[in-house]
């Protein structure tokens, strides 16, 4: 039986929720940056260390958090291609982490960064790998 259902899978409630909360973070972080770059480089605990304040820049990084929230709810929507859709958000996010651990090993970031870090780049990686997990098909 081949009906339009069994095609185009839906998400169970618990996942799609988690994805929305996942989309809805990233929004909030993107509208944020879009909206007050001086706030969100002043707000975020070690982004000055980073290097001076450039608004432009603020709003580009800006543009690759919306993208991250769009994929997110787009793979509420097209479910089958969930774990490309959040891989995607996640491979960002995880080329992201490695480029503060090579600016730590480097020393162009110090060595509290690997702390100050964690809540907003290390763990989103490990968030975003879980929830691709989450969505692989099961398999009987």
Do not use: Q
């Amino acid at each position: 039986m081949n009906t339009r259902a069994s095609r185009h899978p839906t998400l169970r409630l618990p996942k799609a929720v988690a994805l929305g909360l996942w989309g809805t973070l990233w929004l909030g972080n993107a509208l944020w940056m879009l909206a007050d770059p001086a706030g969100w480089y002043a707000g975020v605990d070690g982004v000055a260390n980073t290097g001076p304040y450039n608004p432009h820049f603020v709003r580009d990084i800006g543009m690759a958090y919306l993208t991250l929230a769009l994929l997110a709810f787009a793979a509420i929507r097209w479910t089958a291609h969930a774990v490309a859709l959040i891989g995607a958000g996640t491979l960002f996010l995880g080329l992201h982490a490695i480029l503060h651990i090579w600016d730590i090993a480097a020393t162009r970031l110090p060595a509290e960064h690997i702390l100050m870090d964690m809540p907003g780049v290390f763990l989103p990686v490990l968030v975003g790998a879980s929830l691709m997990w989450w969505c692989l098909p099961v398999r009987s």
